[in-house]
């Protein structure tokens, strides 16, 4: 068998990816969709083609021999995107990585360099494969040479042999010149004679069979039109077949056996991907342990202490800890071990050590020691659940990263380390495993030795991370508010939420009830039974039984998807019986089913975790369950409410609420002068807008004008479009542009703050909030317009809604002091966006009114008033 050869269009394959893929770019701000996809394609050609040599041709430079033949030689082409330009070296350091060799001449075009090699290497008999986008390179095909050009996406590719391309494109590979000399290519400038497709030309060359013979025998061709325009243009079309025409003896200085391609190291190029932020290919090179080669050497062994006995000479006064846990529900995860590293030594306990050590406690609990952590609030209520108070926490590699890269999807300590530079330490999937297969390695050195790197690197990269905070003028931000906020967050987190279990049950018998109801009605409707969560089965019936309007379709049938039903809604009385019938399901399964299995068997309540680190404007979310989330426009989902009961006998749960907290920031932010005042008057805000927009006084506005002028106001804030806008009021995106339009002559103040931050953005390439917490937007300046108008409207929105969650952290802040200054019992429990839940005695219900409106509403200083709605009962439901 045939060695096989390998040659890549490297300028071509790039400009594919680049345009192929959504712009991504890793936390160094580095664009690398171009790249990705080259990798993707690579990695491909590795695994099924096994070539034996490999190269990759990079044009040298905008000029070439072509140029002294014709001056506008891709002279039509628009400049190279700087985000694909700069892509350029890193692409190549990828392919050092890969150790795959690659090459570009002055002068010459990678279609001349692949030319050349390509007709050497046919000519010594090896088989040939020559991967690009450009259509040029099929002049090559031969027996020998085969080339794959890409279709839809990158590594989708056709083949051509010389028989595919007869089939395909019914020329012979010697007639493409000739092809391309007639029909011209715009993409390279080249003029061809105008008006002669595809189509023509190749009919031209199945009767002429060459182009010199289409002119020698002009007299032949049929049409007069046709003949003259060959003619004309007779210059063009030789000029156009000589720029065409691949250099297949190009003065390149790379010989054949050069090429020899004998694989990749794969440390090196895994070292690379984590560099990049690839993680999802680094199982493609992993696979059968092979990056295990030189791990040795990659991770060093180091000294690691297993305590015996705790003892106080252990610390220093600054301690880097890392309390293990392999599940991210670190409630109802084992802590496998506690890493302890300083200036001096690195120490390894279990959890039982650190709990029976009185010398542990004394260290843990004194808030004069210092510790430096990943995740404090994680940490914080790993100890307190084993009784242990742990305090003196003054670093968290976790916030720190959040807020220089807040888009940045990876913030475990591996993947921080190595975007830092630090590769000594192991991703925990490496170590652990992953998914079900997750768990602590048999060996303890190794389990003991990975930690003991995690708390290294907490150690190696504080002062780094603290400087890069200053830098950003972010030190404020970190110490201020999201440091505070991650210990109270890790106290409730601990309290966790008590449930009425029994209520719970009760609810779930309830919509079984309600369920089975309105099934037999949609039956009834139907005329017959089915699997109601069959779309197979749903899908006759209403669009051939019924006949009601097909909206879509799918491969499989017709598509019943909650937006298709949507639109059907007013067609037939079945449809809106079928919405109620899922969402009283997806309440049953989601929420009360959901929600019985998080209940914590020791305490008997719901411990959530709220995400700090994870929204790009700052908001805090909630998983495991989320309770941000409990659907409210369902009565039945409203009810699910009434099984969140206080702790105690006697106690209540007491929430309070922003009111229209995002609109008061933006009239603080626009300092619109009608905002202002109407938000210092008191006025409601819709009225106020509906008012303006509709050309009404407030006694004429109708409440489906409010409606409308809502829509709007919260729309504006949102960065909402003309098609977002007709989408959520059913009306024409014309009518919708207007309603904007007016919107923003109605506030002018608005629409200058909005030019002005994107025109900032597009100058710095961020945005900020009242608290500088910054939001990075790389496609700002994209020549994408989708892209560019998703970050603009993101530069609008997110100083808005980011403001507003950094007020609520800081009200947090504030409340928790407040109550234990006041001494109080009370105590916070949740989070909901603009609204914090409570659990008190009754007897402090009076005072909390008081405290906390005034805590929440002066706890940042506007140009407008902050207005705070509280309410309290029995449950959650009879607080709202």
Do not use: C
């Not at 959530?608 to 495991?624: K, P, V, W, Y």
């Not at 409570?838 to 706890?859: G, N, Q």
């Amino acid at each position: 068998m045939a060695e096989k050869v390998v040659l890549i269009d490297g300028n071509s394959i790039a400009y594919r990816a680049f345009f192929a893929l959504p712009l991504l770019n890793n936390d160094k701000g580095v664009y690398t969709n171009a790249v990705y996809g080259f990798t993707t394609m690579l990695l491909k050609i590795l695994e099924e083609d096994k070539p034996d040599h490999l190269l990759v041709a990079f044009d040298a430079g905008k000029t070439t021999f072509r140029h002294k033949t014709y001056a506008e030689y891709k002279g039509g082409r628009q400049k190279t995107p700087s985000e694909l330009s700069e892509q350029f070296p890193v692409l190549k350091e990828l392919l050092d990585a890969f150790d795959v060799k690659y090459y570009q001449l002055e002068q010459y075009e990678a279609d001349d360099i692949i030319g050349t090699l390509a007709t050497q290497a046919g000519e010594k008999g090896l088989d040939v494969k020559v991967i690009s986008g450009d259509k040029d390179l099929l002049q090559l095909v031969n027996d020998q040479i085969k080339v794959s050009l890409t279709k839809k996406g990158i590594t989708n590719v056709d083949t051509y042999d010389p028989d595919f391309l007869k089939e395909k494109m019914g020329v012979r590979p010697d007639q493409i010149i000739d092809l391309k000399a007639l029909m011209g290519d715009s993409s390279d400038n080249i003029p061809g004679v105008p008006g002669v497709g595809e189509k023509t030309a190749v009919k031209l060359l199945s009767q002429f069979d060459r182009l010199e013979n289409v002119y020698e025998n002009l007299d032949e061709v049929s049409g007069k039109k046709l003949k003259e325009k060959l003619e004309t243009h007779k210059e063009d079309a030789f000029m156009s077949k000589q720029l065409v025409t691949i250099e297949r003896e190009a003065p390149i200085e790379i010989k054949l056996e050069e090429l020899a391609y004998a694989g990749y190291q794969t440390p090196q190029v895994s070292k690379f991907f984590k560099e990049l932020g690839f993680q999802s290919l680094l199982s493609r090179i992993q696979e059968g342990g092979v990056a295990d080669e030189q791990s040795e050497e990659e991770f060093p062994e180091i000294e690691v202490e297993l305590v015996e006995n705790v003892t106080t000479d252990m610390f220093t006064g600054k301690e880097a800890v890392v309390v293990e846990m392999l599940h991210d529900n670190y409630h109802h995860s084992p802590v496998e071990g506690i890493s302890i590293i300083n200036d001096e030594k690195k120490y390894v306990l279990s959890i039982d050590q650190a709990k029976e050590s009185k010398a542990f406690h004394e260290w843990a609990e004194d808030a004069g020691q210092e510790k430096w952590v990943f995740d404090a609030k994680r940490t914080l209520v790993s100890l307190k659940k084993h009784g242990i108070n742990i305090k003196g926490i003054t670093f968290d590699l976790l916030l720190a990263s959040y807020l220089i890269n807040p888009s940045e999807n990876h913030h475990d300590i591996p993947s921080i380390s190595h975007r830092m530079g630090h590769t000594a330490v192991k991703y925990d999937e490496e170590v652990y495993g992953k998914g079900a297969k997750m768990k602590r390695p048999d060996d303890d050195k190794i389990f003991y030795e990975h930690i003991s790197r995690k708390a290294s690197m907490i150690h190696e990269l504080k002062n780094n991370v603290e400087d890069q905070l200053k830098q950003n003028e972010q030190d404020e931000l970190y110490n201020e508010l999201e440091m505070p906020l991650a210990l109270i967050l890790g106290e409730m987190e601990h309290e966790g939420v008590q449930v009425d279990v029994d209520r719970l049950k009760q609810m779930g018998e309830e919509l079984e009830g309600r369920l089975n109801v309105v099934e037999q009605e949609i039956f009834d409707l139907a005329g017959e039974s089915f699997n109601m969560n069959s779309p197979k089965q749903l899908g006759p019936i209403l669009f051939e039984k019924l006949e009601l309007p097909v909206i879509k379709k799918t491969k499989t049938g017709y598509s019943t998807s909650a937006d298709v039903l949507e639109q059907l809604e007013n067609e037939h009385e079945i449809i809106p019986k079928i919405l109620l019938y899922r969402q009283l399901g997806k309440l049953k399964s989601t929420y009360i089913e959901g929600l019985l299995k998080v209940v914590h068997e020791d305490t008997g309540k719901i411990h959530t975790r709220f995400n700090q680190a994870l929204t790009q404007t700052g908001r805090l979310s909630s998983t495991d369950p989320n309770l941000q989330n409990i659907p409210i426009r369902l009565e039945e989902g409203r009810k699910i409410r009434q099984a969140f009961i206080p702790s105690k006998e006697n106690w209540v749960i007491f929430a309070s609420d922003y009111s229209q907290i995002e609109l008061r920031v933006l009239a603080h932010i626009a300092n619109d002068e009608k905002l202002v005042t109407a938000f210092k008057e008191g006025q409601d805000i819709h009225t106020q807008t509906a008012s303006e927009v509709f050309g009404v006084t407030k006694e004429e506005v109708t409440s489906e004008m409010r409606r409308q002028a809502k829509a709007v106001n919260f729309g504006i804030v949102y960065g909402i479009s003309d098609y977002g806008l007709s989408q959520s009021l059913g009306i024409t995106r014309k009518e919708a542009k207007a309603f904007i339009e007016k919107y923003f002559e109605s506030y002018p103040g608005v629409k200058e703050y909005m030019d002005e931050t994107v025109q900032e953005a597009k100058r710095t390439g961020y945005v900020t909030t009242f608290m500088n917490r910054r939001r990075y937007l790389p496609d700002i300046n994209s020549r994408n317009f989708n892209k560019r108008g998703f970050a603009e409207r993101t530069a609008m929105n997110t100083p808005i809604q980011g403001s507003a969650a950094d007020i609520i952290k800081k009200a947090m802040i504030d409340l928790d002091h407040r109550l234990k200054e006041e001494n109080l019992q009370a105590t916070m429990l949740l989070q909901v966006h603009d609204e914090l839940i409570l659990e008190a005695p009754e007897e402090e219900v009076e005072k909390l009114k008081d405290i906390v409106a005034s805590v929440m509403e002066e706890t940042v200083s506007l140009n407008v008033p902050l207005k705070v709605d509280y309410s309290y009962g029995p449950t959650w439901y009879d607080a709202k």
